[in-house]
């Protein structure tokens, strides 16, 4: 059948990473995601439907197939931030030249979002607060230091069709107390939050600059300009 064979495949193309991995030091390991299944807006909220996945059927299908059809891909729900520090500067990553998604480019700080249950039911996964768990997870924050978090929309990389909540959030601590406490960045990168500066910051670094993390720039340069961002800042 269809699906077996896709899992033969999935099988096969993730033992052949894992053996190249050992050879190149790239970091490379399996676990638990969440699939995007479907997604409802309505005025005040967004509600996703979501499945259980792992990267390993994410890399045999997305990363390494893009062209499958959607019931066949993994669609593992990526979750990333623009972080907005107390001396008005933006934080940006560079990627760690051994990951397997975007080696050495600019993204925001996240990952794959935790399949955990985090929400007011056992089985609901809060997503935003996964996505703040990220910056505890990769720049050392604690937990009160996280201000504010507002999701910016829901973007997909065209390259891999990977579905990524992209966010924007406000934290106590100036960019210059900061530094990336994992493996998967190597710096981090700081920019004024100005529209003007987002906008030639981008045209800048174009190729540099993870697609998703193009469009949450952007979208955060309107916020930023609205004015409606950052609340209860004072």
Not at 35 to 46: A, N
Not at 64 to 80: E, K
Not at 89 to 105: D, F, M, W
């Amino acid at each position: 059948t269809k699906v077996k064979w896709l899992l033969d495949n999935v099988a096969e193309r993730w033992q052949a990473a894992l053996h190249r991995a050992t050879q190149t030091q790239q970091i490379l390991f399996d676990g638990p995601l969440i699939r995007l299944v479907g997604h409802d807006v309505t005025e005040q909220e967004l509600h996703l439907e979501l499945q259980p996945t792992t990267f390993s059927v994410f890399f045999g299908t997305n990363l390494s197939d893009s062209s499958l059809p959607r019931h066949l891909r993994a669609d593992a729900l990526g979750g990333s931030t623009l972080v907005y520090c107390t001396d008005h500067k933006l934080l940006l990553g560079r990627r760690s030249n051994r990951v397997a998604q975007h080696p050495g480019k600019l993204h925001c700080i996240g990952g794959h979002l935790d399949p955990r249950p985090t929400g007011t039911k056992n089985e609901d996964v809060d997503v935003v607060r996964s996505v703040e768990e990220e910056l505890v997870e990769e720049l050392g924050l604690r937990e009160d230091e996280i201000l504010e978090t507002i999701v910016l929309g829901l973007l997909r990389d065209r390259a891999v069709l990977q579905p990524e909540l992209s966010c924007l959030t406000r934290i106590r601590r100036p960019s210059a107390e900061l530094e990336p406490t994992n493996e998967e960045h190597d710096e981090l990168l700081v920019l004024d939050a100005v529209p003007s500066v987002i906008t030639e910051f981008l045209t800048q670094n174009d190729d540099r600059i993870v697609p998703v993390t193009k469009g949450t720039l952007e979208l955060a340069s309107h916020v930023l300009a609205s004015n409606t961002f950052p609340r209860n800042s004072h």
